[in-house]
């Protein structure tokens, strides 16, 4: 009687463990595309990324080079200091995109220019997302508005 109960008992086990596996597997799958990796201007740069790879980039845009009402393109530079990145997109940009200012966007690395499929501004006069910030410290360039550090 002993060991029917030990056999139902592994069976059990083994069962959750193939279980917890398969869900693992399945939440893995299914976020394969949802998910985006963040790269500072420099680093792709330095890394390109493949051109069928969907990453977010983020900086600031580049004093004088927002190029607007060259067809449906819009084109602008995103620095970090360290580096610039072409960027492309096609789009309405939101209303608080401006030059020096903080965005990121989301898209892929083709032929040395970042095609953007979508375009986040700052909301405030104060708001800069963390990974620019830190993009922004690691090649010295930021300054705390709040503390003019």
């Known amino acids: 009687m002993k060991s029917l109960k030990k056999t139902r008992r592994v069976q059990v086990i083994a ?3 193939i279980a917890l596996v398969a869900a693992t597997a399945l939440i893995g799958y299914g976020m394969r595309d949802g998910i985006n ?5 420099s680093q792709v740069l330095a890394e390109p990324p493949g051109p069928s790879e969907v990453f ?3 900086g600031l845009v580049e004093s004088g080079s927002l190029k607007r009402g060259e067809g449906e393109v819009i084109r602008f ?12 997109y096609r789009g309405v940009l939101p209303d608080l995109f401006e030059e020096n200012q903080g965005m990121v966007g989301t898209g892929s690395y083709r032929d040395g220019v970042f095609e953007a ?4 501004a700052k909301h405030d006069e ?14 010295g360039v930021y300054v705390d508005p709040a503390n003019g550090s």
């Open 56 to 58: 977010r980039i983020g």
């Open 37 to 41: 990796f963040f790269r500072a201007p």
């Open 77 to 88: 530079n995103v620095t970090d200091g360290g580096g610039v990145v072409p960027v492309t």
């Open 15 to 17: 069962i959750a463990a």
């Open 126 to 139: 104060t708001y800069m997302p963390k990974e620019v910030i830190e993009a922004l410290k690691a090649q």
């Open 117 to 120: 499929t979508e375009i986040l």
